[in-house]
């Protein structure tokens, strides 16, 4: 590692995850413990609330492009608590490796050029996969007769809570069986967003009605 001054990024896809800090907490826990670990300096935080998709990330996420600006005068490296948080996007995440942007992810920190370019094909796919599976549940619901013009809040949130058992249905499947603790803190791991065992609970019967 060439610098021991990092600058940290997190990022959140939705307004109501900023405002709540869900999500939030769990990056910067997990990007504190790291920084611990390998006596590693946070000179500076930024917090983006705003989508990972997109080629044109610079654009329309300023806190990105602020984290950016400082690294180069600091002459650090950006560190974020999984790749995805720093983008979806293939074309993006190859363009900051091609500009020798130095890049930290916690979850495979020693992650050679290869392999960084083979976890942001991942990340993209997921970003796709999440939309699939989205659009599949929404087109599911209307199939039902539900109407998801209606703007009542209660119809809102049960769309919503399928909408996210939905984007995480592949993960519930893979980590089915395992306590409802130990699936919640995984997803938390691996999405970047706050899961609780009432929330898995939720979704796996989000599910097992919409299957």
């Not at 519930?172 to 609780?196: F, H, K, S, Y």
Request: charged fraction near 25%; aromatic fraction near 4%; include cysteine.
């Amino acid at each position: 590692m060439l610098t021991k001054n990092v600058i940290a990024y997190y990022r959140v896809s939705t307004q109501k995850q900023g405002n709540s800090g869900l999500g939030l907490e769990a990056q910067r826990a997990a990007v504190t413990r790291f920084a611990q670990a390998e006596g590693l300096t946070i000179i500076s935080e930024y917090t983006e609330i705003q989508t990972g998709k997109g080629a044109d990330a610079l654009e329309r996420r300023p806190q990105l492009a602020a984290a950016l600006k400082q690294l180069k005068k600091a002459k650090a490296a950006i560190i974020v608590a999984k790749l995805d948080r720093l983008t979806r996007d293939v074309h993006f995440g190859s363009g900051l490796v091609s500009k020798g942007v130095p890049v930290i992810d916690v979850q495979a920190p020693n992650a050679d050029p290869f392999m960084f370019h083979i976890r942001l094909a991942v990340a993209e796919q997921e970003r796709r996969m999440i939309s699939e599976r989205t659009r599949a549940a929404l087109a599911a619901a209307r199939e039902r007769g539900v109407e998801l013009g209606c703007k009542t809040f209660g119809e809102a949130n049960k769309r919503a809570g399928l909408a996210r058992a939905e984007s995480a249905r592949a993960h519930l499947e893979e980590l089915e069986g395992l306590p409802l603790r130990e699936i919640a803190a995984e997803l938390t791991a691996r999405t970047g967003e706050n899961w609780n065992p009432m929330a898995v609970s939720r979704a796996i019967k989000r599910l097992e009605v919409s299957a």
